[in-house]
T-cell receptor, first 113, second 109 residues
Framework: NAGVTQTPKFQVLKTGQSMTLQCAQD?????MYWYRQDPGMGLRLIYYSASEGTTDKGEVPNGYNVSRLNKREFSLRLESAAPSQTSVYFC????????????FGPGTRLTVT | EDQVTQSPEALRLQEGESSSLNCSYTVSGLRGLFWYRQDPGKGPEFLFT???AGEEKEKERLKATLTKKESFLHITAPKPEDSATYLC??????????FGTGTRLKVLA
């Protein structure tokens, strides 16, 4: 039982390049989330998927797109990376949206030069 | 505006020296208050959920409490392995968490 897995663990991009961050969970959770964590700012929600087939914007969605590929997988795409997107990205899942604990992946450290 | 503030930003304790971490929140219609632990280079790990003022939960050396304005994470006789960043998050009922910036705890042997 791996929980929430993310790939890659580290990535360096040049400004304007694109990439997709992958996330998968094996807990049969309905809801999945993408956060970014920056020093002094805490975790901020980028996008979430309440259930398979649905996605919604969070607090900081600009510059990102997401795909809920199936119940297990939720990807985050940066179409044209900018230095302001340098951050640590975490994927999380929960049984459903609401007052439920979230389970986080190990994170992807992204640097955009 | 919904907001969660944690204090102190950083805390150094000697092994066995008990203390408390604070999480103040201004959230309309709080439905749950969460505590997570985050080790360096890893994702947050769930510790507790508190649902209403007066509720308390314990796990080993940790005890979380909740009032109408704040939550405390009490650490009793901490050990070096308790060193981590502790995050709190409020859930306001709009399908999102509001995270604080965390308290970095260092317990010295």
């Amino acid at each position: 039982n791996a929980g929430v897995t993310q790939t890659p663990k580290f990535q360096v991009l040049k400004t304007g390049q694109s990439m997709t961050l992958q996330c998968a969970q094996d807990m049969n959770h309905n809801s999945m989330y993408w956060y970014r964590q920056d020093p002094g700012m805490g975790l901020r929600l980028i996008y979430y998927s309440a259930s398979e087939g649905t996605t919604d914007k969070g607090e900081v969605p600009n510059g990102y797109n997401v795909s809920r590929l199936n119940k297990r997988e939720f990807s985050l795409r940066l179409e044209s990376a900018a230095p302001s997107q340098t951050s640590v990205y975490f994927c999380a899942s929960s049984v459903r949206t609401g007052v439920y604990e979230q389970y986080f992946g190990p994170g992807t450290r992204l640097t955009v030069t | 505006e919904d907001q969660v503030t944690q204090s102190p930003e950083a805390l150094r304790l000697q092994e066995g020296e008990s203390s408390s971490l604070n999480c103040s929140y201004t959230v309309s219609g709080l439905r749950g208050l969460f505590w997570y632990r985050q080790d360096p280079g890893k994702g947050p790990e769930f510790l507790f959920t508190l649902y209403s003022a007066g509720e308390e939960k314990e796990k080993e050396r940790l005890k979380a409490t909740l009032t109408k304005k704040e939550s405390f994470l009490h650490i009793t006789a901490p050990k070096p392995e308790d060193s981590a960043t502790y995050l709190c998050a409020a859930f306001s009922g709009t399908y999102k968490y509001i995270f604080g910036t965390g308290t970095r705890l260092k317990v010295l042997a």
